[in-house]
């Protein structure tokens, strides 16, 4: 992976006022790949005190975020399915982690699943990106 673009995506994330809403940390990068970590607080839970799952989705949606636009190129959602598959235990530290299983000229794949410190699966999520062509806007010229 291209060390630029490395650094402009972790610099974008750290900046980026949803990332800091929802405490999101990006912890790892490579092409296709990112790794995303959220801890689950109370005011992310819904009326029957389980994780809400738009909190979820928000952890899926930076790491497919920055997995998808780990080439250098602007790449923006097409489509994701999300199942829950069980909700995290209050003050869990939930890991997200996108990995890149198909990538054409406009578009890409992505498995998407999120795991509790345990290991245990909250989410899973297939997503599918539009690839524009066009490079990173907060990119650094070399």
Known sequence: MDPRVRQA????VETEPFAQKFGLKLVDLDAGYSKVEMTFTPDMENIFGMARGGALFALIDEAFETASNSHGTMAVALNLNT???ASPAPGSRLTA??????RTGKTANYDIRVTDEKGT???????????????LPFLEPS
């Open 9 to 12: 995506i972790f610099r974008q």
């Open 97 to 102: 982690e996108a990995k890149e299983f198909s």
């Open 121 to 135: 699966l909250i989410a899973a999520c297939q997503a599918l990106v539009y690839r524009k062509g066009t490079p």
């Open 83 to 85: 199942t829950y598959v």
